[in-house]
């Protein structure tokens, strides 16, 4: 197969401005080639913009997305809560443990008075500080018991006692444990108040 040199490949037509036997060509670049380092170099570009602009613009939105979240998750909103908190069961047994008064939230205060009591140097002051302390626990335990029991009963006879999910007794007890204003999700009831 023979190539017919009659017509030039579009290749071969000499680019403007270069020379041929000294004379210029009309048409050329007016400039040399670039290398391929320099081409290679020229179009780099990082995969991701690294601009103070670009991070700063990125840390402003991430933190308005936080802030939301947690809004969301005080208030509430089930898009908002971690998989532990989400459910018609979870938020009945928030409400019902919210709506009632529980020793629990006074353990925390409890021990800073006990540990406030250590300071005087009178050892029996010390002493039945720390069996007081130990008292009240067993009185808290006993009321996380009666809660759990009672949110158990109050769930099945809302929901069905076939359709109850595990662990609503253990999710009550921790909350009655909370003081009220520390609790994630925030109460949605008033004390007195108990969820239908």
Request: avoid cysteine; glycine fraction near 8%.
């Amino acid at each position: 197969m023979a190539k017919n040199s009659a017509a030039p490949a579009s290749n071969d037509v000499p680019s403007e401005g270069t020379t041929l036997n000294g004379a210029p060509i009309p048409g050329g670049k007016g400039r040399a080639t670039p290398s391929r380092a320099e081409q290679e170099a020229a179009r780099k570009r990082p995969l991701v913009p690294d601009t103070k602009e670009a991070k700063a613009r990125q840390r402003a939105e991430l933190q308005t997305q936080r802030e939301k979240a947690r809004v969301g998750m005080a208030a509430g909103d089930p898009k908002y809560l971690p998989a532990r908190d989400q459910g018609a069961q979870r938020k009945f047994v928030r409400d019902y443990v919210d709506g009632g008064w529980h020793l629990g939230e006074a353990v925390m205060p409890a021990m800073v008075v006990v540990i406030l009591a250590t300071f005087i140097p009178l050892r029996d002051v010390q002493f039945y500080s720390f069996v007081a302390l130990w008292i009240f626990i067993f009185f808290v335990i006993g009321d996380m018991v009666l809660t759990s029991i009672m949110v158990k009963r109050a769930v099945k006879a809302k929901f069905g006692a076939d359709k109850i999910e595990k662990g609503l007794g253990w999710y009550a007890a921790m909350r009655t444990v909370q003081m009220r204003f520390l609790r994630l999700p925030k109460p949605q009831v008033k004390r007195g108040q108990r969820p239908v």
